[in-house]
């Protein structure tokens, strides 16, 4: 007898690089990306977080995702831009370097994070010849506050 | 007396996959720290009080438009490379910064159009590209899809109880909506390419 296999659950990543590394973020949480805009600074905020930029009519954060993830600088022929993402109900703007793509990959194929990495990475998902990490947006910019300092 | 140390369990795959999953609801109270967003949060408004946002674009005197979030990017038509024996509405592929891209021609797709433009191949061989022509490249289920419109014209926002139903064979146009006095013809690209 044949015990069915239970049906692998399927994620939807939209990849993106910072530096050398490649990285994927849930589908669902990418409004839109934008070429770079001019970024008004803003009182009281401190790195990773840039300021400001007016989208519509909504002022959104813009936060160095380069900092947050200790990215080294831009590969040549980078087309840096913003990833406007959902955390919750807000929008925040992540800088990247360029964008990869959308892909529809099954759990099954996801690699266990590696240790020596940021908390924020959940797993890793292989594209010959690159490695997407997959990255936990809210557990990234928990790591940056104040009161979770030391933790990503 | 000594108390026993907490062992903090490592959160599992699963419990890290649910964490990376958008949630609407999810816990972002650690965020107060950022500067507050000009129109407060995102609204928690029920769907027929639902701003949806679109892309218009023109198509053979008309204009249509697809849900902004699916839109990547918008590109400067350009000559293809061809594929033989492509069959329509595809035109050719794009390298898009290493991924190779298909690209459609949406008024065929929509029967707007009786004749395949050509714009793959030698360019000696390919149809004049129009200044005002852009390949919108979008997601769809199969991966970033181009598709060729005459010209972008600019963001809208519809309320979603205004969006008025189409009768049914209507194609890949899922609803009418009219932005300012321009009537939209809003389109479900993923029925296009069916």
């Not at chain 1, 759990?107 to 908390?119: F, K, M, N, Q, Y």
């Not at chain 2, 979008?138 to 139903?165: F, K, L, N």
């Amino acid at each position: 007898m044949t015990l069915a296999r239970p049906p692998e659950e399927t994620l939807e990543l939209f990849t993106f690089s910072v530096g050398a590394h490649r990285y994927a973020v849930d589908l669902a949480r990418v409004d839109e990306v934008l070429p770079p805009m001019e970024v008004t600074p803003a009182a009281d905020v401190r790195a990773p977080v840039l300021g400001c930029v007016q989208l519509r009519g909504e002022r959104v954060p813009v936060v160095e995702l380069r900092q947050c993830l200790r990215g080294g600088p831009a590969e040549e022929g980078a087309r840096p831009g913003f990833l406007v993402c959902r955390l919750g109900r807000r929008r925040v703007a992540f800088c990247i370097d360029g964008v990869g793509g959308v892909f529809r990959v099954g759990t099954g194929s996801l690699g266990p994070r590696p240790t020596d990495v940021s908390e924020a990475v959940v797993a890793v998902w292989a594209q010959p010849p690159d490695v997407h990490l997959l990255l936990d947006l809210r557990e990234l910019l928990r790591g940056q506050s104040p009161s979770e300092a030391g933790t990503g | 007396m000594t108390k026993p140390a907490t062992v903090r369990r490592s959160p599992s795959l699963a419990d890290r996959l649910r964490a990376f999953r958008y949630q609407p609801d999810e816990d972002v109270s650690f965020l107060s720290a950022l500067p507050p967003p000009t129109h407060g949060q995102m609204p928690l408004a029920p769907v027929d009080a639902e701003l949806r946002e679109y892309l218009s674009f023109e198509l053979e005197e008309a204009t249509y438009a697809v849900p902004l979030g699916a839109v990547l990017e918008i590109l400067r038509a350009r000559l293809l490379v061809e594929i033989p024996r492509a069959q329509a509405p595809l035109l050719g592929v794009l390298d898009l910064r290493g991924t190779v891209t298909p690209v459609y021609d949406l008024g065929l797709g929509l029967g707007l159009r009786e004749h395949i433009r050509k714009v793959a191949g030698p360019p000696e061989e390919c149809d004049p590209v129009p200044k005002e022509a852009r390949i919108l490249v979008a997601r769809t289920a199969a991966g970033p899809a181009g598709m060729w419109v005459d010209r972008v014209r600019d963001v809208v926002r519809v309320a979603a109880a205004s969006i008025q139903p189409v009768p049914p064979g209507a194609g890949a146009v899922v609803g009418r909506a009219t932005a300012g006095d321009k009537a939209l013809l809003l389109l479900e690209l993923e029925r296009v390419l069916r």
